[in-house]
C-alpha cells in the first residue's frame, strides 16, 4: 500500500478580475507521506492559502489533480466532496471561526452531527478531544469566555472530531502572542504524533515552521 497520502499534479489556479486573467498557482506538484509534517511558507500574496483551499477541497483548481489516497477528489460532485471534506480533512485557521452561541464541546461536535454521527457518540468523541487539547474543565464555556488560546485549541479539536488523515493549518498562531502560540504549536505537535496525522501548516512564524520535518516555499505561485 503506497504511503503517499495526498498527490498533486500540474496544479494551475487563475481568477478572472475583470478583463485580466490572474494565474495565483502555477504548475504545482506536490507529494505528502502518510503521517508527515509540511511547513508551507513564502510572502504575502505568493498563493500560499489559496494552494490550501485547493489541497482541502475548498476550492476547485483550474487544471491540473489532486489525488488523495489515489483517487482524484475533484471527480466528484459538490455534494460527494462537501461529505469528504468534512469526513476526511480538518482545517485550522488564523481566526478561529467558532459559533459564539454554542459551547467549545457543541462547537466541536458540530462536525460529526452534520455527518449524522449519533449524538451522543459525537459529545464523547468531542468530550475526548477537548480533553487532550488541555480543556477539559472548559467544555461548557462559549468562546467569549476562552482566551485566544484556548478558543484555537477548540478550533483544532473541531477540526479533528471526524477523525480526518490530513490536517491543514492557515497560520493557526498567527493572532496570538509568542507564549500562547507555543503551547498551541505544542498541542499540534502531540495530536499530530499521537493520531498518526498529516499536517500542513502555512506559517510565517518561522519557530513553528522549524519543527515540521519538511518545509517548501512557494514563490509567485510556484514551489520552490
Known amino acids: ?58 476550492d476547485r483548481p483550474t487544471s491540473g489533480t489532486v489525488c488523495f489516497q489515489g483517487a482524484d477528489i475533484f471527480q466528484k460532485n459538490d455534494r460527494e466532496l462537501a461529505s469528504f471534506r468534512n469526513r476526511s480533512i480538518g482545517f485550522v485557521f488564523q481566526f478561529h471561526h467558532l459559533l459564539s452561541e454554542f459551547t467549545a464541546l457543541e462547537n ?39 482566551s485566544g488560546g484556548e478558543q484555537q485549541r477548540v ?3 473541531r477540526a479533528l472530531v471526524m477523525s480526518p488523515a490530513l490536517l491543514l493549518a492557515d497560520e493557526p498562531t498567527g493572532n496570538l502572542d509568542m507564549k500562547t502560540s507555543e503551547g498551541v504549536h505544542a498541542v499540534l505537535a502531540d495530536l499530530q504524533q499521537k493520531k498518526g496525522l498529516t499536517l500542513v501548516v502555512v506559517t510565517h512564524n518561522e519557530r513553528l515552521a ?8 512557494l514563490v509567485d505561485g510556484c514551489l520552490q
Open 1 to 58: 500500500m503506497s504511503s503517499c497520502l495526498l498527490e498533486v499534479r500540474g496544479l494551475c489556479k487563475t481568477y478572472e478580475i475583470g478583463k485580466n486573467r490572474v494565474e495565483v498557482l502555477s504548475g504545482i506538484n506536490l507529494e505528502l507521506e502518510t503521517a508527515t509534517t509540511t511547513a508551507l511558507v513564502g510572502a504575502s500574496g505568493a498563493g500560499k492559502s489559496t494552494l490550501l483551499h485547493v489541497l482541502g477541497a475548498l
Open 108 to 146: 466541536v461536535m458540530m462536525p460529526a452531527l452534520i455527518a449524522r454521527v449519533p449524538r451522543v457518540d459525537a459529545r464523547i468523541m468531542a468530550e475526548e478531544l477537548l480533553t487532550d487539547v488541555g480543556l477539559a474543565n472548559r467544555m461548557i464555556h462559549r468562546p467569549g469566555e476562552l
Open 155 to 157: 478550533a483544532i479539536a
Open 210 to 217: 522549524a519543527a515540521m520535518a519538511r518545509t517548501v516555499h
